[in-house]
């Protein structure tokens, strides 16, 4: 069985190429990743990964789809890409689309022909339901929906509440990205009755748009003064997860699904988080019986100790490294 993955050059990646090695049968599986290499990812090293970069090379991945069992869309992120399985209806049957969020919340402003391929699909991937169910409302999209953890990087190591802390500052992480998406500037005009406190607001800025970061930086920079930290080059994960370990509350102003490593990490490690309450991570967590706190009233309060073992334990048992597999085997022997 060969399975041929349709790849962007992304922070995940690497990590589930590795994962899949490690784990499956790697022969099966070819990854073609898409788009002018981005050192920042480095993926040289890695098995049956081809890069498609130019015309020339899109004839090897069209052979590549056309002789595989089955494909699998990590997202759907490239305008060539999607317009090229709308013209060979026949490799539409065979996708598996990794919904990643971005690729489909934004349906006003998607062209008319990748509303057309998403109708077509017929196999969802993915763990928030809900998404699955956004996409048949607003696409009109019909198949079946499989339940999958995306990414390792969501794992979670055990359920024990952790805390790393030192100091007595109330560390807290407002974001994911320098993307607008995250709406930073309400959040720190939320916070900023907080500016005399003992805080420190962590703002991770090294993935996403360069000069709306430096906008985010500017803003904080007027409330807070020195005691906005933000991120701006990539950290490795283990230093990450250190971080992330240290942080009191987290804070997510999207408006979609979005920040779902960080978040699953944070109440992993038994931390106060406060989304949004009309979203579809909202109900996801909400419904597994995590207590989440409402973006409409911030404050700097303590999550309840019993809360915040309840969360880790719930997320620590879903997220696992164990879990994962069970679903990946199930979604590539499909």
């Not at 993926?43 to 090897?60: H, Q």
């Not at 933000?230 to 699904?257: A, K, V």
Request: hydrophobic share 40%.
């Amino acid at each position: 069985m060969r399975i041929a993955h349709i790849m962007i050059y992304e922070k995940f990646i690497k990590g589930y190429i590795q994962f899949v090695e490690e784990h499956f049968d790697i022969s099966d599986h070819t990854f073609y990743i898409i788009g002018k290499e981005q050192t920042a990812y480095n993926l040289n090293g890695l098995p049956n990964v081809v890069k498609i970069s130019s015309y020339s090379s899109l004839f090897r991945l069209l052979g590549g789809l056309l002789f595989s069992k089955k494909i699998i869309l990590h997202g759907l992120w490239h305008p060539g890409i999607n317009r090229l399985l709308l013209m060979q209806p026949w490799l539409i049957e065979k996708c598996y689309w990794m919904m990643w969020g971005g690729d489909f919340y934004y349906y006003d402003l998607e062209p008319a022909y990748k509303k057309k391929l998403i109708r077509k699909i017929r196999h969802f991937v993915g763990f928030v339901k809900g998404d699955y169910e956004f996409i048949k409302n607003k696409y009109g999209a019909e198949g079946m929906f499989h339940e999958s953890i995306l990414y390792p990087v969501a794992f979670c190591d055990g359920y024990a509440v952790k805390n790393n802390k030192t100091e007595n500052i109330v560390r807290i992480l407002v974001g994911n990205s320098a993307d607008p998406s995250n709406n930073h500037l309400a959040i720190f005009n939320k916070l900023s009755e907080y500016k005399n406190e003992s805080i420190e607001i962590i703002v991770p800025l090294s993935y996403g748009n360069k000069e709306y970061a430096n906008e985010v930086i500017n803003a904080g920079r007027m409330i807070f003064g020195d005691k906005l930290r933000p991120l701006n080059d990539f950290m490795p994960l283990h230093e990450y997860e250190t971080l992330l370990n240290s942080i009191d509350i987290g804070i997510f102003n999207h408006g979609r699904q979005q920040g779902l490593g960080n978040i699953i990490k944070l109440l992993s490690y038994g931390k106060k988080v406060y989304l949004r309450n009309d979203i579809s991570t909202w109900d996801f967590f909400t419904d597994m019986g995590v207590t989440l706190c409402n973006i409409e009233v911030v404050d700097l309060t303590p999550i309840d100790p019993e809360v915040a073992e309840t969360n880790a334990k719930l997320v620590g048992s879903y997220f696992t490294k164990e879990n994962y597999i069970k679903q990946l085997a199930s979604l590539f022997k499909q």
